[in-house]
């Protein structure tokens, strides 16, 4: 969308307003609203100066000036304000240079992007997340120096078979691990789901189906790929569709990997391929009908997966979701069709449709320096022809213990997937993708919560320690 464009947008939908949107560097969206009359062409070549030493992660209030320039093919109309408002995404420039500011997730995804088309591996990296959620009727927690507690509850979930209700319990509910597929009334979510598709669709996003995920009040819809940047600002929206649709049914929808225990986790696999010339570079003939490209594609993700659980697995509680037991892909393996390693060939007829699938991202990942960080370590496969060895056709939950520890694995803690990223980073920094500021500001955030993580006691050391 041009300016001339964006701004005949604003003129027909009556806008009001114009929300300006970026990304942190946790992945949080954030926003300021302006008042559409001031938003002409000079505010959008000009850009909104902001405070970035607001925002943590980014700089210090003697230089705390930043500026958000509008990418106004990235406009919507946000279904959920009461006044008209047009939202737009932004990347982030220094305002005495003009240059990107290099902590900026998006920036990084641009950047991604255009190093790609340089290397002249392809042209277009295209990817197709599937982040699930959790939805709950009450969301509960505390955490103060005489008191950590959480507490979680919703009418489905499969604990309150007998629960007093006053109109009464139907009983139909998905039991642990249960949730994968049944109609309603046991998957009670339907127009709750079909309202959050329905909304995204009139947003103008590009959907195609929902559906109960396999634990209890888990659910998920699908979007269809699109190219880094674009699915990166597909995915907020996506999340801040979820957020709000259920905040309207008054439930709580939370990506969070891990919310409880005893049944499976959130994650947000990956559908990724490379395209050059209008062709797509995954399809071959060799193992599962991929090409060697997208085999050394696979190398390289293999290669660097503990480096890229800093970014695709990013909170603490991502590790309570990469355990054995609950379908989660902790092993570094790869296989077609086969969903129990981390990286698996989707089964197609069609060759346009050839992908790698990385199973080991989850939600809580900044979708910009995630997918950004997937296309690095994959194209530092290509570019060093980094073979994956051989597949791995069987069950891997069921290999014998000799055999399973020869497998390697991804990382077990964010301290481990931190440690990684601290000294295997190189094929972040080609291009100037990523640089070493960017690396050790987003690790100083993490090693925050990190310690935060590890000097707070748990409940369930209570319960072991207590009477020691």
């Excluded at 120096?145 to 006053?166: C, L, P, R």
């Amino acid at each position: 969308m041009s300016k001339n464009n964006f701004l005949k947008l604003m003129k027909d939908e009556g806008a009001e307003y114009v929300d300006i949107r970026f990304t942190d560097p946790r992945g949080k969206l954030q926003h300021v609203t302006i008042v559409a009359d001031l938003v002409d062409e000079d505010f959008i070549d000009e850009g909104f100066m902001f405070d970035g030493s607001s925002i943590a992660g980014w700089k210090g209030i003697e230089a705390s000036d930043m500026k958000l320039m509008l990418d106004t093919e990235s406009a919507y109309v946000d279904p959920f304000y009461a006044e008209k408002t047009i939202c737009v995404h932004c990347t982030v420039v220094e305002p005495d240079t003009g240059e990107p500011y290099n902590r900026d997730p998006r920036g990084t995804a641009l950047l991604a992007e255009a190093y790609l088309k340089s290397s002249g591996i392809g042209d277009v990296f295209y990817c197709g997340p599937e982040a699930e959620f959790f939805v709950f009727d009450d969301v509960r927690y505390a955490v103060s120096m005489n008191k950590v507690s959480f507490e979680v509850d919703a009418v489905d979930g499969a604990w309150n078979t007998d629960t007093e209700y006053e109109m009464g319990n139907t009983g139909h509910r998905p039991g642990i691990k249960g949730g994968y597929f049944p109609v309603n009334p046991i998957d009670p979510a339907q127009d709750l789901r079909s309202e959050m598709l329905s909304t995204m669709k009139r947003m103008g996003m590009k959907v195609d189906k929902h559906h109960h995920e396999v634990a209890s009040n888990q659910h998920e819809l699908g979007l269809i790929f699109d190219s880094l940047t674009k699915q990166a600002d597909e995915l907020q929206k996506y999340k801040y569709v979820i957020h709000n649709v259920a905040h309207a049914y008054g439930k709580s929808a939370t990506f969070m990997p891990k919310p409880m225990s005893g049944d499976n986790g959130t994650g947000m696999h990956v559908n990724m391929s490379i395209w050059k010339d209008g062709k797509p570079l995954f399809a071959g003939d060799k193992y599962a009908d991929l090409s060697d490209e997208a085999l050394f594609f696979i190398g390289g993700l293999l290669k660097h997966a503990k480096t890229l659980n800093a970014f695709t697995n990013p909170s603490t509680n991502s590790y309570k979701r990469l355990i054995p037991g609950f379908e989660a892909p902790v092993l570094r393996a790869y296989s077609a069709r086969n969903r129990s390693g981390c990286i698996r060939i989707p089964w197609t007829e069609s060759p346009k449709a050839k992908r790698v699938e990385a199973r080991f991202p989850d939600p809580s990942a900044n979708p910009y320096l995630a997918f950004a960080a997937l296309l690095m370590a994959g194209l530092d496969g290509i570019q060093n022809k980094i073979h994956p060895g051989d597949p791995s056709d069987k069950d891997l939950y069921d290999l014998p213990p000799e055999e399973l520890a020869g497998i390697p694995t991804v990382c077990a803690s964010l301290r481990e997937a931190l440690e990684n990223l601290e000294k295997d980073h190189d094929f972040l920094l080609k291009g100037d993708v990523f640089t070493k500021d960017q690396i050790e500001g987003y690790m100083a955030l993490k090693w925050d919560e990190v310690y935060a993580f590890e000097h707070t006691p748990h409940p369930i050391e209570y319960k072991m320690y207590y009477s020691c």
